[in-house]
Structure formats: structure tokens, C-alpha cells
């Protein structure tokens, strides 16, 4: 496994500099040598997307994922239509960003058993597929930590996510591995191996995870501070065949309260421990 | 499945009224017509566990396990022993007390892999075995909840625990399957019923999974507040041929707040819906 000795596959998601508007996430990374941006959908609100596209390749930003579609499970089919309208609309702005891929946070429906919600999300996957396919933008299903699946995500497991990327069978459709979401899984090794001999592996997102988390989604830690083997994730996955970015995506109310430069410094130097 | 039309199954942790002392739980349970009481260990300090355990069957209730062992690994060889010796401790109460199972929350230690804290809880429990078994005293390993991982247990899923017990191979471990950090799990179904084929149920535990979890540990819902399909799960173990007693174990700041007795028949409410 290589050392990470510069910043050339680092992204940061804009998530992670929460009270960054985009244009200065995007002049900060850009000033701190941040190589790739994951854009979040709610920095875009009010904003021109194909003016805010211009600006991160004017920058030399490359962009890595739009995030986030997903969300298709629901008792109710007007909310499952729904749920296919946003879809589509989220791949028609992350055309007009130029992002090439989508990371689907892939919904449940706590009125309704989690089979049912898994049969509604590969179903909303094939809806919007065509769609995606036609715009040339990939999808990434995201499998997410199994302290979500009442109401987040029905896909808890990678060989779940892989399941169902197998069976649907697309050049478009893989999967975006979260060390969060799958650290603890005793399968993970041999799903990571089997996601990468499918050509599936299309994301890799990295963080930690304190051992006295304080909130379920707001308390993720920087890399090194909790107890996530990531350098170890990083080089199964790496051995599957993944030479991507390697992206930082963390949800810290502490972090967000700090000022944003340093912690992008910070950011930074954990990063080189990955 | 049969409904639950009465409490012959209803089993309560001491813990779940962790406010009241042993004395008090014993007595209300009884009035309260409870049949069962699962004793925490830390119910038991500074008291006569053999007066105590006489005074629980006096009062007709059964004991139907003791809460807790286990917290096996360490990267350090002597707390591993020092382990080893507080859970012979822990079979000596229960049998002292009159308990014919201890639950195990197995441990990890986030200084060392998952799978080597796997490999030690295996190692642990096949030292403290024959104590256990001298003492007439079976053993349960309890799958813990993923995000648990990091230093409560490696053992995070029902598949894992059948394995281990599997493996190690003896009529005195079995699994103790709390719904609350199964429920998510999609091979949850094929997992009981081999967990049952192999006469291995030996507890099932039930709680909720609410949906706005503010806390990791000590925010438990009541059978009915959450998303957890409990009947659904009761009608799978009870199929693989458990028709042992159903134990409310739930951790609460909320309701521990609230008056006891009141919490006790509410409780008894949500129970008879399960």
C-alpha cells in the first residue's frame, strides 16, 4: 500500500466545512492544495450550479460526487413518485455541476418492514437509472451504519449494497464505501474483494469513530481520533482495484464551531496518517 | 404464534427500574404480578446475594438471568486474566444467588482489532467454561449492536454468536438475542433459526429502536415506541423453539426519571402487545 505523501487524491466534502458558504469552501481548498470537492446539495441552494461548476474547475478542483439522492422507500406510492421526481432532478444538477456521480443515501420507511423498504430502493434505482445512464452520471449506493435503518437507509451491510448492485446489473450503478457505515462488519474484507472484482468499488469516504459518541449523526471524529483501522480499509480496498480520491466527509457540530481554516489544516494532517 | 394474554413470560430486568433497589424491584414486581426478574449485578452490591436470591423466590418470582459477564479482550495479558477471574466471580453470585444463565456483553478493546478481541472473547469464555459448567450454570453470548464495536463487543451480529458458539461447541453457551441490536440485521430470520436447530436460544430480549435516538446507550424505547418489528422477530425465535421467558430490558434516562410503578405498568401495557 502506497503512503498518502501529498494531497493529490484528498476531496473534501463540502458537508465537512459546514458553515463555509461554496465559493469559499471552494477558494479554501483550493488555497490549501485540496485536489477534489464533493459537493453537497444544500451548498448549491440559491446558488447558479453552472456558474458554481465553473468556479471549482476554474480553481482546479475536480469534482469528485454530488451528494445526496436517494431517500425512495415510503408506504405511500405519491411519496414514492416523489422521491423519483427529486432523483431526477438531483441527476439534472449534478449534469449541469458536471459531477460525475451520485451518492445514494438510500432511505427507509419505518411504517413498513425493511424488505419492503429494500424492494422500494432497487425498484427507485431502476426508475432512475435510464435517467442517470442518459446523463452519463454514475450512481453509488451507500451502505449505511445499521444505527440508521429506521429511517435512513435499509442498506446497513456492503454485501447487501453489493447484492443489489449485482442484480441490477448497470455499468452505472456501485457502491460508495463509508469506513463509517461498515468498519465493524466481519464480512467487509471479502465484500470489499468482491465489490472491486465487480468494478463496482466507485467511492471511498473516510472519517472516524469516537469510541463515546454523543449524537448518532453529528459527532463523527477527524481521522486518528477514534477507532476505525482506516489505513487498513484504505488498503483492501486499494487492493480491490480502487485508486480514487479518498474523501473526507465529516458531520461534527464540534468541528463546525471551530474556525474552518485550521480545521482544514487539521484535516489535512490527519489525512497524511490515512 | 400465540398472543401474550397474561405475564406468565414476562420477565424484567432489574435494570429497566434501575432507581429502585433490589428489595423494592423484587416486591413490585411481584405485586405488579411480573413473572420473571433478570438481576443485574449491580443490584447486588453490598447486599446477601443468598438472602437476596431467597428473598426473590419467596415472593414467587423466577430468576431467569444474571446481567453480566464478559468484557473479555484487552491488548494487555493481565487484564485479560483479571477478567478471567471476575467472570468466575460472576458465575459464583449467580450460583450463590440461584441464576441458571449469565449473559455475556462479550468486550473489545479499540487498541487491537476486531478480530483479535473476537479471538480473546472466544479464548475467555472457553477458560471460564468449566467453572460455569461445575456450577450447573450456562453461559449466553448476546450479539451487541454495531455501534457497540468499539469497545462494548466484537461479537455484532447473531451470525458471529452462532459461529462462536458453534464452535466452541457445548450445552452451556448459547446466544442471549436482544432484539434492540439485531432488528436491522437481514439475516436475522436465517440466523434464529439456526441459532435454534442448534438448541442454542437460551434469552430473548426486547426493547425499541426509537427513532430520534438522542443517546447511545441510555435512550431504549418501550416496546411500541420505535421502529423494531418485535412481534415479527418473537414469531421467528418462537418457531425455532424458544418459549422461554420475554425480558424488558431497557435502559432509560427518560424513564427513569418517571415514577417507577407507573413506568412498571406501562411496561406491563406495551408487553401484551409484543
Known amino acids: ?24 469552501a471552494i477558494q479554501e481548498y483550493a488555497l490549501q492544495g485540496i485536489s477534489g470537492i464533493t459537493v453537497w446539495r444544500n451548498a448549491l441552494e440559491n446558488k447558479n450550479i453552472q456558474h458554481t461548476g465553473h468556479l471549482i474547475r476554474e480553481q482546479g478542483l475536480e469534482i469528485v460526487s454530488f451528494c445526496r439522492g436517494g431517500f425512495f422507500p415510503s408506504t405511500e406510492l405519491s411519496k414514492r413518485k416523489q422521491a423519483i421526481d427529486d432523483n431526477k432532478r438531483v441527476i439534472d444538477e449534478a449534469a449541469v455541476l458536471g459531477a460525475p456521480l451520485i451518492v445514494l443515501v438510500c432511505g427507509a420507511d419505518p411504517g413498513q418492514s425493511l424488505q419492503d423498504s429494500r424492494n422500494q430502493i432497487r425498484d427507485g434505482i431502476l426508475e432512475i437509472l435510464p435517467h442517470a445512464q442518459s446523463a452519463g452520471i454514475k450512481l453509488a449506493i451507500e451502505p449505511l451504519h445499521p444505527m440508521y435503518a429506521g429511517d435512513r437507509s435499509a442498506i446497513n451491510t456492503l ?3 453489493n447484492d443489489m448492485a449485482s442484480e441490477i446489473n448497470s455499468g452505472y450503478v456501485g457502491i460508495a464505501l463509508d469506513v463509517y457505515h461498515v468498519w465493524w462488519d466481519p464480512d467487509l474484507e471479502n465484500e470489499i474483494q468482491r465489490c472491486g472484482s465487480m468494478d463496482k468499488l466507485f467511492a471511498f469516504h473516510i472519517c472516524d469513530w469516537k469510541l463515546n459518541t454523543t449524537d448518532l449523526l453529528n459527532d463523527r471524529g477527524l481521522m486518528g481520533e477514534g477507532c476505525i483501522p482506516i489505513r487498513h480499509i484504505r488498503s483492501q480496498v486499494e487492493e480491490a482495484g480502487f485508486n480514487g480520491f479518498i474523501e473526507v466527509e465529516i458531520f461534527s457540530t464540534i468541528y463546525w464551531s471551530q474556525d474552518q481554516k485550521e480545521y482544514l489544516s487539521k484535516i489535512k494532517q490527519a489525512y497524511l496518517h490515512c
Chains 1, 2 share one sequence.
Open 1 to 24: 500500500m502506497s503512503e498518502l505523501k501529498d494531497y493529490a487524491r484528498l476531496c473534501v466534502h463540502t458537508i465537512t466545512t459546514k458553515p463555509w458558504s461554496i465559493e469559499s
Open 159 to 161: 454485501k447487501q449494497a
